[in-house]
Structure formats: structure tokens, C-alpha cells
């Protein structure tokens, strides 16, 4: 009896041992490791590769500021948390990330996102329009991409910011009496400006600059002081550029108005804007002062003191029509 269990004990081992030994011979069983890591490139598109932000005058010096690229940020989501989170003062950047599908967000410009763990909570995030200045200005997009399989990818960015133009102002008096005043154009500025806006740039302006009046709010971005003296059926053809957040018009109606002293009296022209997306341009193409504006800026001018057009420029254009005042 003991002989036959040996037997038995001994045949079963010997079928174990060739069954092993046939597994040896089927090649390599691939496995993935959900940690393992695989690097990836992030590159910029969009905005961030432009060749086209406050200043005024020159418009290629304008373009290739509004296309800066000082700093950039990338964060990698697997889901909506974090996996990878790259920095570089290029428009490229590495990072390692996990296999899978993943959401891929670039920010230019921005203010630290080093701290953010959540694709919610960057999502979320209110940027303020004090982040940008004159050679700065906050960009984010993203792309969903899939690991591994990708090594390269390109992310298209566009402007936090809306930009308002104003290319030209004319004189065109016809009353004989004021045709012999000097006409100077001492500042332009923006009141109702959006202050910030959410990286999702889907959110509702949270704050205001320059809220109702002229508070002196944020100069480099909200305004010029010219002090540009006009004759009478002339043009002063400088371009102004001025920098907002988005405004959907529903709560505040932005406004550009221009400050002009007439003689020895101060007049005010206020242009109502349309409703503002981020990372259009709203460009009016001239604005023809025929008479004295309004006292004070919060009263409109009629058709009679002023006229414009507006044209939305990609920067996306919106053409504001001339406008006679």
C-alpha cells in the first residue's frame, strides 16, 4: 500500500515539474503596472505660438508680447486627481506620468499652481486680472490624451484676457464756434472692468476693477493718458490697447471712455461695449467726436456727439462700428 501511494505521490510531482517546464517556453507574459511611469512631452499650440498686451502704438511689438511665453505650468489629471505636475520658462516641458487616460492642462504665466492636487480644484480656480502686465499674460488649455502610446503632445492655449482697441479718434466740428477751440485728448480708460476668471473659463466675473468710475485701477492695463492734441478734420491714429476679464454683460456693461478738454472745459465720451468673450479682440476702428461730449462720464453721449463700430479680432476680432459723438 505504501508502495502504490509513492507511486502515485511521485507521478503527480512529475506531471507538475513538465507542466512548469512547458510554462518556461511561452515567451514573455506582459503585465501592466498601473504605477508604472512613462515621460511625455507637452507642447504649446494656440495663443502661446502667435505672431501677432498693454502698450500702445507699434502693432508687432503689441503681437509678440501678447504671445510671450514667461513660465509654464503643466499639470497631468488621472481623473480628477493628480499625476504629473512639470514646470519650464519654454513652451515645452516633460513630465512622467502613469498609463491610462489622462487630462493634460497647460497654464502660461499663471500665478504657482505647485499646490493643486485635484483637476476640480485647478478647474476652479480664480485667476485675477492684476496676474497679467504688458508682456505677461495668462494662457490655459487642455487635451485628454492616452498612455502609453503617446510620447508627444500638443496642448492649445488661449488668453485669459478680452482686448479692447481703439485705433483712431477723429474731430469733425461743425460748429464754426468750436472749430477754433483746442482739442485735447487727456486719457482713456475702462470702468466695469471683469477682475478675474476661472481656468475652466466658464465662470462669472467674481470681482470688478474701476467698479461704476475712474478709480486708478491697475494703469497698465486699464489705461493711456495720450495727451494728444487734435485739430479740426484731423485724426489722432495711435492704437490704444486695453485689457479686461470677460464680461457676459449681464450684471456691468464695460465701458471705454475717452477724456477730452474742449477750450477750457473737460468732456467726457463713454463707448458702450458688448458682452466680452476671453481671448477676443474688440477693436473700434475710430470714433469721431463732431461736438462737446457729457459732463461727467456716466452720462451717454447721443449719435449726434459721437460714432463707432466694433469688430471682434483671434485673438478672434469684433469690429465695434465708428461712431460719431
Not at 469733425?172 to 482739442?183: D, E, I, R, V
Not at 485735447?184 to 476693477?209: E, L, Q
Not at 464695460?254 to 463707448?271: C, E, R, S
Request: charged share 15%; proline share 5%; net charge neutral.
Amino acid at each position: 500500500m505504501k508502495h502504490t501511494i509513492s507511486k502515485t505521490i511521485a507521478s503527480v510531482l512529475a506531471l507538475a515539474a513538465l507542466f512548469s517546464s512547458c510554462n518556461k517556453f511561452e515567451g514573455p507574459q506582459m503585465q501592466s503596472d498601473p504605477e508604472q511611469r512613462y515621460n511625455i512631452n507637452v507642447t504649446l499650440g494656440g495663443a502661446a505660438v502667435e505672431i501677432e498686451t498693454k502698450l500702445t502704438g507699434d502693432a508687432s511689438t503689441v503681437s509678440t508680447n501678447e504671445a510671450k511665453i514667461n513660465s509654464l505650468q503643466v499639470l497631468v489629471f488621472r481623473g480628477d486627481f493628480l499625476d504629473a505636475y512639470g514646470t519650464a520658462n519654454s513652451n515645452s516641458v516633460s513630465v512622467s506620468c502613469t498609463a491610462g487616460s489622462r487630462t493634460i492642462y497647460a497654464v502660461v504665466n499663471g500665478p504657482n499652481l505647485s499646490g493643486v492636487t485635484s483637476l476640480s480644484a485647478l478647474e476652479s480656480t480664480m485667476v485675477d486680472l492684476s496676474a497679467n502686465s504688458a508682456n505677461s499674460f495668462v494662457m490655459s488649455g487642455k487635451t485628454v490624451t492616452t498612455l502609453p502610446g503617446t510620447k508627444s503632445v500638443t496642448v492649445p492655449v488661449s488668453r485669459m484676457v478680452s482686448r479692447i482697441v481703439l485705433k483712431k479718434i477723429t474731430r469733425n466740428f461743425t460748429a464754426t464756434s468750436l472749430q477754433g477751440l483746442t482739442f485735447k485728448v487727456d486719457s482713456i480708460y475702462v470702468v466695469n472692468a471683469a477682475g478675474s476668471f476661472n481656468y475652466a473659463m466658464n465662470a462669472a466675473p467674481g470681482k470688478w476693477y474701476n467698479q461704476d468710475k475712474d478709480r486708478g485701477d491697475l494703469p497698465a492695463l486699464l489705461r493711456d493718458t495720450p495727451g494728444a492734441t487734435i485739430a479740426n478734420n484731423a485724426s489722432y491714429s495711435t492704437p490704444h490697447y486695453f485689457y479686461v476679464m470677460p464680461n457676459p454683460g449681464s450684471s456691468k456693461t464695460t465701458k471705454l471712455v475717452i477724456v477730452a478738454t474742449l477750450g477750457t472745459q473737460k468732456y467726457y465720451y463713454p463707448v458702450s461695449l458688448p458682452a466680452l468673450q476671453h481671448n477676443k479682440s474688440y477693436e473700434i476702428a475710430g470714433v469721431t467726436v463732431k461736438r462737446g461730449g457729457s459732463d461727467n462720464p456716466d452720462t451717454p453721449v447721443t449719435s449726434d456727439d459721437i460714432s463707432f463700430s466694433v469688430t471682434v479680432a483671434g485673438w478672434t476680432t469684433s469690429n465695434i462700428e465708428e461712431q460719431i459723438m
